[in-house]
């Protein structure tokens, strides 16, 4: 079962360029029974591989930028292990609560993204560089907390405030993962919110699925699956936004 979870998370995460950990953790807290906190740091742990994975998938495609990645990862390394105490320090009804919302607004990104046209008015290197470093803030926290790899908030950002091409923004967004992803694992990790037991299937799932999806990215419209994929988010972002008080 476990390998099952890591194939749909890294088929869904490479095909939108996301890490996919809005699939694995309602999954994980679903069917395998982990509460909130381990889910979170399970997922980030795994959503490294992620992605590795899908950098390389989308990298033998020419649609990597590796100076924008360095300069978002600069910033998300130093506030990913910030993201991670603060959910550490959550109840886990309001950790859930919280990762609902995140869902519907995740869900939301996905809907509104054809009708959101693209900036191109940042003409200067440094203007740009300014917007990364800015993303990498956020993205670094919103990992750390939420358990995910940031793409949600790093696409949108690349794609409407810096004119990048969409699967250039999405194997970027994968590139900038990896070492962000790894501090709040890191982070998660010592805080004992990592199953370790379960990356032995979780991982090669991932492996092979987010290289399949990265590779189907550039063969496939995303238009349906983007629908399909926020119907589910809605859904389940609402379960978790019911979630009653202890």
């Known amino acids: 079962m476990t390998f099952l ?3 749909l998370t890294g088929l869904f995460g490479g ?3 996301v890490g996919g950990g809005i699939i694995m953790i309602p999954l994980m807290v679903g069917i395998l029974k982990l509460n909130q906190h381990k889910a979170h740091g399970t997922s980030l742990v795994a ?3 992620t992605g590795i994975a899908g950098a390389i998938a989308y990298g033998t495609n020419g649609t990597v930028d590796v100076p924008a990645a360095v300069l978002m990862a600069a910033t998300a390394i130093i506030t990913a292990r910030a993201g991670a105490h603060f959910a ?3 109840p ?3 950790l859930k609560r919280s990762f609902g919302g995140f869902l519907i607004l995740v869900s939301l990104l996905l809907l509104l993204k054809p009708c959101l046209p693209a900036v191109h008015g940042l003409e200067s290197g440094w203007q740009k560089a300014v917007v990364l470093l800015l993303t990498g803030i956020f993205t670094g926290f919103l990992s750390g907390m939420m358990g995910v790899g940031g793409g949600v908030i ?3 950002a690349m794609v409407l405030l810096t004119g990048f091409e969409q699967h250039l923004a999405q194997g970027t967004s994968l590139l900038t993962m990896v070492p962000a992803g790894a501090v709040g694992a890191y982070t998660h990790w010592k805080l004992g919110n990592v199953r370790t037991a379960l990356l032995s299937g979780l991982v090669p799932g991932i492996l092979i699925g987010t290289y399949l999806g990265g590779t189907a990215a550039h063969l496939l419209s995303e238009g349906t699956l983007r629908v399909v994929f926020a119907g589910v988010l809605i859904w389940t972002g609402g379960k978790y936004l019911r979630t009653k008080r202890h």
């Open 92 to 94: 886990e009804w309001k």
């Open 5 to 7: 979870i890591g194939f």
């Open 47 to 49: 959503l490294v591989f």
């Open 154 to 156: 790093m696409i949108p």
């Open 88 to 90: 550490h320090s959550l």
């Open 15 to 17: 095909l939108l360029g």
